[in-house]
């Protein structure tokens, strides 16, 4: 079983390049998440789904595009990266609207 | 401005003693809480949730407990154990029935065998 999986695990890019990381679950989840993790910050919520098709803004969306096109998958999208950009991104899903929500691994990005 | 607090940025018990992580928030409308635990190079993990209208919730060792007059909650641990160590993460739903979780910063727990 394997939960949510992202890939890629680590990336380095150089500022203004574009990457998409990419996140796929496999519990039948109707909501998808991505946040992103910086010291001292906690988990802050970039965008969000509640369903196929479906995306919205979270508490830091500025810099970054998501696509919904199939339920099992989440795209995170950096169109021009920056090096405030670099940060270690989780996605994670969940079935019901409050509750628990269920990671993947982590993709450690590193903007230069 | 942060609207979940963890102030402790790491605490160190003894192995069978009791770990009290704290958290604080400052949203009176938010309605249900969760901890979650990370060990390095993973992804959290859902540990415990409370709806705020209790005022503790228990599961085995791990017990939760809700202030709401305070905007306070707390994570027990009893007894801790070694493989309790990881960075503990207090999160509230910060918008009713989205599932957008407003995470604080974490706590670093270091139980000592």
């Known amino acids: 079983n394997a939960g949510v999986t992202q890939t890629p695990k680590f990336r380095v890019l150089k500022t203004g390049q574009s990457m998409t990381l990419l996140c796929a679950q496999d519990?039948?989840?109707?909501?998808m998440y991505w946040y992103r993790q910086d010291p001292g910050m906690g988990l802050r919520l970039i965008h969000y789904?509640?369903?196929?098709?479906?995306?919205a803004k979270g508490e830091v969306p500025d810099g970054y595009n998501v696509s919904r096109l199939k339920k099992q998958n989440f795209l995170l999208g950096l169109e021009s990266a920056a090096p405030s950009q670099t940060s270690v991104y989780f996605c994670?899903?969940?079935?019901?609207?409050?509750?628990?929500?269920?990671f993947g691994e982590g993709s450690r990005l590193t903007v230069l | 401005d942060q609207q979940v607090k963890q102030n402790s940025p790491s605490l160190s018990v003894q192995e069978g003693r009791i770990s009290i992580l704290n958290c604080d928030y400052t949203?009176?409308?938010?309605?249900?809480f969760l901890w979650y635990k990370k060990y390095p190079a993973e992804g959290p993990t859902f540990l415990i949730s409370i709806s705020s209208i209790k005022d503790k919730n228990e599961d085995g060792r791990f017990t939760v407990f809700l202030n709401k007059s305070a905007k306070h909650l707390s994570l027990h641990i009893v007894p801790s154990q070694p493989g309790d160590s990881a960075v503990y993460f207090c999160?509230?739903?910060?918008?009713?029935?989205?599932?957008?979780?407003?995470f604080g910063q974490g706590t670093t727990l270091q139980v000592k065998p």
């Open positions: 789904s509640v369903g196929e098709g479906t995306t």
């Open positions: 519990m039948n989840h109707e909501y």
């Open positions: 999160a509230a739903d910060g918008s009713s029935n989205t599932g957008k979780l407003i």
């Open positions: 949203n009176s409308m938010f309605d249900y």
């Open positions: 994670a899903s969940s079935y019901a609207r409050t509750g628990e929500l269920f």
